[in-house]
């Protein structure tokens, strides 16, 4: 397989933006991949200028509809090989599909759309044209995160019974939109956001851990979304209790809490899942991802280190040998959000060599979340908001 570097472009990411710069330099981290053009901004100037500024030299283009036309027109090897879409909710679904439709492999920003119905129109687009689209939920990437998967769905605590997953912030606890903070006004906008601004931020990043860890899918949902600053145009907190199904499950079901605040002062990225199973009970927390924790009826907590895993556990037994060998450094030499967005782009990157050659991928939501986990995070937001409203239980 060819090891020439891929050539990325950008759309959005720039004036500012926060998120481009872990997607940047995750790309650059295997040498492997580089940055070649963008269309940075909504403002053909402004797009432009930012290209411009660039550590180094890309080529800048005024709009994405440019970009796309100039690309297009490429055969693979010249043309970009992917595209990072790094814009604000509602300026997902027209690049995403424009470069669908220019059989150009996707890597977006969640939440993937701003309504569910643009998410099923994506991913009916891409298994038309059979190109590679990957949605960045970054927290998957963590090495933790995929033992943490390994663990549930190889039933070494048995079935699953209940699931606590939750994200927890403060920086909306005042009204930073009001003081026109960049991220504040467009994440509380519901034309720029969508139907909620918690659980659409960082709510979905907590569903999908929970779905990406124990392979449950959620089957119906019970919503309380509330606002609690005076004025602002959509929730600060996100609450669900849900009902779940799958092969993981416990006889019966299994259930779970998914909850998100962004008023809750003191935490940061606070990101946190636990599973209770029939055998034992797995926790894991993003803000100490160098570790999980496994706990046993009557027996010690069994704390688990990147880097400090032994090629065979008394309890784990052998880790598989992908596992085993993704580590890239020491334990106590910490890795960070910048290491989770490489993994996911390393993986991205494998299917794209084999899109690029004509070869079968996988893109099956193992390694990094797939356009499927898009729509089912979309419906899952709008589940929990109509039942908000209606006060009853809502089916996906």
């Known amino acids: 397989m060819s090891r020439r570097v891929l050539k990325v472009g950008l759309i959005g990411g720039g004036a500012g933006a926060f998120i481009v710069n872990p997607h940047q330099k995750a790309i650059h981290m295997d040498g492997t991949r580089r940055i070649v053009c963008g269309a940075l901004h909504q403002d053909p100037k402004i797009a432009m200028s930012e290209a411009r500024k660039w550590p180094y030299p890309i080529k800048g283009y005024p709009s994405y509809d440019a970009m796309i036309k100039d690309q297009k027109k490429l055969p693979i ?31 977006c920003e969640k939440p993937l759309t701003i309504r569910a119905t643009q998410s ?18 970054t927290y998957l990437g963590h090495w933790s995160s995929w033992v943490c998967r390994w663990i549930i769905r190889s039933g070494k605590l048995g079935k699953v019974r209940w699931c606590d997953a939750y994200y927890l912030q403060g920086w909306l606890a005042t009204r930073l939109e009001k003081e026109g903070q960049m991220q504040a006004s467009w994440r509380t906008n519901p034309r720029m956001a969508g139907a909620s601004c918690c659980g659409g931020d960082i709510g979905t990043h907590a569903f999908m851990q929970m779905r990406f860890v124990t392979g449950l899918n959620v089957r119906t949902v019970r919503g309380m979304i509330e606002t609690y600053l005076k004025g602002r145009q959509l929730d600060d907190h996100f609450t669900t209790y849900c009902t779940l199904a799958g092969p ?121 979340a797939n356009v499927e986990d898009g729509v089912a995070h979309m419906k899952f937001i709008e589940a929990a908001v109509r039942s908000a409203k209606s006060g009853k239980p809502v089916k996906m």
């Open 120 to 137: 099923e129109n994506l991913a009916a687009a891409v298994k038309k044209a059979k190109v590679p689209f990957g949605v960045a939920h």
């Open 248 to 368: 993981t499950a416990a006889r019966g079901g299994a259930r779970a809490l998914i909850r998100a605040s962004q008023i809750a002062i003191g935490h940061k990225n606070d990101l946190g899942l636990e599973v209770n199973c029939e055998k034992g009970s797995l926790i894991w927390r993003q803000e100490e991802a160098e570790k999980f924790t496994i706990l046993l009826p009557g027996e010690p907590e069994r704390t688990y280190w990147r880097g400090e895993m032994g090629e065979r556990d008394e309890f784990l037994g052998r880790l598989p040998a992908w596992i085993a060998a993704e580590p890239t450094i020491p334990a106590g030499h910490f890795e960070a959000f910048h290491d989770a967005y490489r993994r996911l782009h390393n993986a991205f990157e494998a299917d794209v060599r084999k899109y690029n050659a004509g070869r079968k991928f996988a893109c099956d939501g193992s390694k990094y």
């Open 77 to 107: 090897g010249e043309r970009i090989d992917y595209a990072v879409i790094v814009t604000p909710n509602f300026v997902h679904y027209d690049p995403a599909m424009k470069l669908i439709k220019a059989g150009i492999p996707v890597f």
